[in-house]
């Protein structure tokens, strides 16, 4: 990591130690909580999910964000293409799901350097359940209580329903659908985008639980 660290006396003889400050080894898997983008938007990656009837392996996002389909590794330079497999816009949310070159790991990025193990999905929330949401644009994490568990979204795609709705306003931004909804190890759900109630503007997000439903995958788990 840094000048001064020695190597194993084994390993001494004939050996010369380059250091560098460019990433030499770069990771080569596919997260929740990364940038994808098209020619014309930007998103973020949600969990890692498999097919029930195939076994493919890829990552959800958002349905809007409309073959938003390369993939940026973060802490890493490496970028690649994603292969649209479904997509959803109705009574289970706003999702689709891309396959990858790589490998897919239930893992997701929960901050900007936390990446944390899946370890269960959420089955069910509850008004003043708290769940937090990555904002890849903010480059923070923030936690906020639900206000709603049934909001029907309605924007220029069309109309989908059976989201979350939370008190707060724009804890996450443009450039933030499709990511992570969590609590813990735990995935909640894919972010949708915000929507207008009286007073307040509140965060809304499509349900993991449901990704089943809605396309016949799963989120991975560890």
């Known amino acids: 990591e ?9 390993l001494r003889s004939g050996t010369q130690v380059t250091y560098t400050t460019r990433t030499v080894s770069p990771l080569e898997h596919t997260y929740g909580g990364a940038y994808i983008h098209s020619a014309g ?6 969990f890692s999910v498999e097919h029930e009837v195939t076994g493919e392996t890829g990552v959800a996002t ?4 409309e073959s938003t389909d390369h993939y940026h590794q973060p802490q890493s330079p490496v ?3 994603l292969d649209f497999e479904d997509q959803h816009l109705g009574i289970y949310g706003d999702v689709q799901w891309f396959s990858s070159p790589h490998i897919e790991l239930a893992e997701y990025y929960a901050n900007v350097t936390d990446l944390r193990e899946v370890n269960s999905v959420e089955t069910s929330a509850a008004v003043n359940n708290t ?18 568990t049934y909001v029907v979204f309605i924007d220029t795609n069309g109309v989908s329903s059976d989201h979350v ?3 707060d306003k724009d804890n996450a931004v443009g450039g933030d659908s ?14 949708t985008g915000n929507m207008w109630i009286p007073f307040n503007t509140m965060d809304c997000w499509s349900k993991a639980w449901l ?3 809605a396309m016949d995958v799963d989120v991975m788990t560890q």
Not at 2 to 10: E, F, I, S
Not at 62 to 65: I, K, T, V
């Open 211 to 213: 990704l089943d439903n």
């Open 62 to 65: 958002a349905e809007h964000c």
């Open 2 to 10: 840094k000048p001064g660290v020695a190597l194993p006396t084994t």
């Open 165 to 167: 709705g939370m008190d």
């Open 79 to 81: 970028t690649y293409d």
């Open 131 to 148: 769940y937090c949401v990555y904002s890849r644009m903010r480059g923070q994490r923030n936690c906020d209580d639900v206000h709603s």
């Open 41 to 46: 938007s930007q998103c973020t990656t949600g």
């Open 178 to 191: 499709g990511g992570p909804w969590s609590l813990s190890n735990e995935a909640a759900g894919v972010h």
